[in-house]
């Protein structure tokens, strides 16, 4: 899972698809390592979430 998240993470074009997709990659993290790594990556997409803003007009897609 931690693979699939950083393939989602280094994404050229990022879409609303892919974040999606990345949360609910969190959903399924079971260890610890798995939620640490996926922690740092969550970081790092955050960063990234104007690009997928600009795709839907808002980040009224945002999920707690």
Request: hydrophobic share 40%.
């Amino acid at each position: 899972m931690i693979e699939e998240a950083r393939k989602i993470f280094n994404k050229k074009d990022l879409t609303l698809d892919d974040y999606n997709k990345f949360i609910e990659l969190k959903n399924k993290m079971k260890t610890n390592f798995e939620i640490f790594e996926y922690s740092w990556l969550a970081e790092g997409f955050e960063l990234r979430l104007p690009e997928i803003a600009k795709k839907v007009g808002n980040y009224s897609f945002i999920k707690e």
